[in-house]
Structures are given as C-alpha cells and as structure tokens.
C-alpha cells in the first residue's frame, strides 16, 4: 500500500549553524585543515552530542555527550558548539583527543612516483 512517502532516502542533514564566535570559527576551520565534518543536527546547539547549557557556571557551556552501548557518556564542557563538534569529529575518526588545541599530526610524505624513484636508483 502507498503511504505518499519516500522512505528509501534519508534526509538530508540540516545546514551546519554560523559559528557563535571568533573560537568557533577557528574551530570549523581546524577542522576543515584536518579533514573533518563537523556532524550537525537539529539539538538546540547545531551538532550532533552537543547541547547548550545556559544554566552551566563559568564559560563553558556547551555539553557534549554520546552514547556508547546504549548510554550516555559524558565527554566535557566547551566553550563554544563548535569547540565540541570538534572534539566529536576527531572521536569518531579515532584520532587523539586529549589535547583540543594540539596542532594535527603532519600528513605523511607522498609516495615517491616511478620516475623519482628511478632517478634516486641512478
């Protein structure tokens, strides 16, 4: 029977949210120089596991939790949305979190083609 819907095709994610301030826009880029998406959703903060916490003292009101088997497991405060996106973007792709301001890892050096390693045989 034809419900009048398409259920094949997911929805599209919604559009990420304009960065809240000079941080966060420096943290969309950091995550754009590693090769990161920041995951968004339709939370009050934009992106997926990341809820703004206005009643949170201090500066850092933005919450990031995920689940993990089933419960919510709590990953920390930050100072923007955008700051925690990060942090989940580089969680998910296993890369090293304990440091958010740590530069990436440099890239590794490109293979050598046939011609270089020829004239490197010679």
Avoid: H, I, M
């Avoid at 903060?45 to 990341?50: A, I, L, N």
């Amino acid at each position: 029977r034809d419900t009048g819907s398409d259920l094949t095709t997911p929805p599209p994610p919604p559009p990420p949210p304009e960065p809240s301030s000079a941080a966060g826009a420096e943290a969309v880029r950091q995550a754009e120089r590693e090769g990161l998406t920041l995951v968004t959703s339709s939370s009050n903060s934009g992106y997926k596991g990341v809820r703004y916490c206005p009643k949170q003292n201090g500066s850092k009101k933005y919450k990031l939790e995920v689940s993990v088997g089933g419960k919510k497991v709590f990953l920390g405060y930050f100072a923007t949305a955008e700051q925690a996106a990060l942090f989940y973007a580089r969680r998910e792709a296993g890369r090293d979190t304990s440091d958010l301001t740590a530069p990436p890892p440099p890239p590794p050096p490109p293979a050598p083609s046939s011609a270089a390693g020829a004239e490197a045989v010679r």
